[in-house]
């Protein structure tokens, strides 16, 4: 089952009389519809990839050279080997999700590889190598620096994609930076690792506070601000910072965090033991929000990792807002769940 949008039984997002003893109402998608006492939205960012361009907006030629741009972590070595192997392809972005399809294209032969990133290092996608509190994390990141190293993959800092444009069966991407000065990649695949983005659509008729920068709750946003934070210093959350004026709808995981690319999945789980502890009437432990994060090495700088979780779930848990407890509700929402 998909959801597609929820509301509230004989209630739009303007009338509150009642409003909160009201159940949700959920619509599924090809009709019939759901209630639900409480809603988690955990239906991820999947869905909503971000653009190439550099300033937040779509490059110029980025619609039109769609059939040549995959988004995050395909399967370069399985179902999509074909439309990479002995091909030049243009990885954009300097998350993990972006190193993980830098380091299978590197297993490819006679394929040709530019990454492509705005900052003028990769010292971030690196990360704590052998220090790293995360071993994984810290051997991606060597195992990519010793084939940028070594040339295998080719990199390009200071890179703001500007525009697309399509020429007998390849792309060439132009970027020019603050300055004014440029670069030039053509390549026959584009793999566009550059995070994704909430859509509260789904929850347009909620009552929802959010922040104006990041999309998350405006109570979590001081707490995972990218310019202040990364993920391994976020501090502990739960309940009271997810929670919107919309009494018993709560959006958790990546979704939670908007646009900020500091999300780990252990603070998904935190999140979701702390609503459903409130959900289930014991607020000191839905407060009692604890988290041990690394702090060695780098969090990812994108939310692609939502993509490899590819089921979200939309679950209704009854919380004492109807004096009938409703159904548990589970459904497919189209997202990636605290990834």
Same mark, same amino acid.
């Given at each position: 089952?998909?959801?597609?949008?929820?509301?509230?039984?004989?209630?739009?997002?303007? $009338?509150?009389?009642?409003?909160?003893?009201?159940?949700?109402?959920?619509?599924?998608?090809?009709?019939?519809?759901?209630?639900?006492?409480?809603?988690?939205?955990?239906?991820?960012?999947?869905?909503?990839?971000?653009?190439?361009?550099?300033?937040?907006?779509?490059?110029?030629?980025?619609?039109?050279?769609?059939?040549?741009?995959?988004?995050?972590?395909?399967?370069?070595?399985?179902?999509?080997?074909?439309?990479?192997?002995?091909?030049?392809?243009?990885?954009?972005?300097?998350?993990?999700?972006?190193?993980?399809?830098?380091?299978?294209?590197?297993?490819?032969?006679?394929? $040709?590889?530019?990454?492509?990133?705005?900052?003028?290092?990769?010292?971030?996608?690196?990360?704590?190598?052998?220090?790293?509190?995360?071993?994984?994390?810290?051997?991606?990141?060597?195992?990519?620096?010793?084939?940028?190293?070594?040339?295998?993959?080719?990199?390009?800092?200071?890179?703001?994609?500007?525009?697309?444009?399509?020429?007998?069966?390849?792309?060439?991407?132009?970027?020019?930076?603050?300055?004014?000065?440029?670069?030039?990649?053509?390549?026959?695949?584009?793999?566009?690792?550059?995070?994704?983005?909430?859509?509260?659509?789904?929850?347009?008729?909620?009552?929802?506070?959010?922040?104006?920068?990041?999309?998350?709750?405006?109570?979590?946003?001081?707490?995972?601000?990218?310019?202040?934070?990364?993920?391994?210093?976020?501090?502990?959350?739960?309940?009271?910072?997810?929670?919107?004026?919309?009494?018993? =709808? =709560?959006?958790?995981?990546?979704?939670?965090?908007?646009?900020?690319?500091?999300?780990?999945?252990?603070?998904?789980?935190?999140?979701? $033991?702390?609503?459903?502890?409130?959900?289930?009437?014991?607020?000191?432990?839905?407060?009692?929000?604890?988290?041990?994060?690394?702090?060695?090495?780098?969090?990812?700088?994108?939310?692609?990792?939502?993509?490899?979780?590819?089921?979200?779930?939309?679950?209704?848990?009854?919380?004492?807002?109807?004096?009938?407890?409703?159904?548990?509700?589970?459904?497919?929402?189209?997202?990636?769940?605290?990834?």
């Amino acid at each position: 089952m998909k959801i597609t949008a929820i509301s509230r039984v004989g209630h739009d997002r303007i $009338r509150t009389a009642g409003r909160d003893g009201a159940p949700f109402l959920l619509r599924l998608e090809g009709g019939g519809e759901l209630r639900a006492s409480a809603v988690i939205d955990a239906s991820g960012t999947y869905t909503t990839p971000s653009v190439l361009g550099a300033d937040g907006l779509p490059a110029y030629g980025e619609a039109q050279a769609a059939p040549f741009v995959d988004h995050a972590l395909p399967d370069v070595l399985g179902a999509d080997r074909g439309s990479y192997e002995g091909k030049h392809t243009l990885v954009v972005g300097a998350g993990h999700s972006a190193a993980t399809t830098l380091l299978a294209l590197a297993e490819l032969a006679d394929t $040709r590889i530019t990454w492509a990133i705005r900052a003028q290092n990769a010292g971030r996608t690196y990360g704590g190598g052998g220090a790293d509190a995360l071993p994984a994390r810290g051997a991606l990141g060597t195992r990519l620096r010793a084939h940028v190293d070594s040339g295998r993959i080719t990199l390009a800092v200071g890179f703001h994609t500007y525009s697309i444009t399509e020429d007998g069966g390849q792309v060439t991407v132009i970027s020019r930076g603050p300055s004014g000065a440029e670069q030039s990649v053509t390549a026959d695949r584009i793999v566009a690792a550059t995070g994704y983005r909430p859509d509260h659509s789904i929850a347009a008729e909620l009552r929802l506070d959010l922040d104006p920068i990041l999309g998350s709750t405006r109570a979590l946003a001081p707490l995972i601000d990218p310019n202040q934070h990364s993920c391994g210093t976020v501090p502990a959350h739960g309940v009271d910072e997810l929670a919107h004026p919309e009494s018993g =709808y =709560y959006a958790v995981g990546v979704k939670s965090y908007g646009r900020a690319p500091t999300f780990l999945m252990a603070t998904g789980y935190e999140q979701v $033991r702390s609503v459903a502890a409130a959900l289930a009437g014991d607020w000191e432990a839905a407060r009692d929000v604890q988290l041990d994060l690394p702090e060695t090495g780098v969090c990812s700088s994108n939310l692609a990792e939502a993509q490899e979780v590819r089921v979200g779930l939309a679950t209704g848990i009854s919380g004492g807002l109807p004096a009938t407890p409703l159904p548990l509700v589970t459904a497919d929402a189209g997202g990636g769940c605290c990834g």
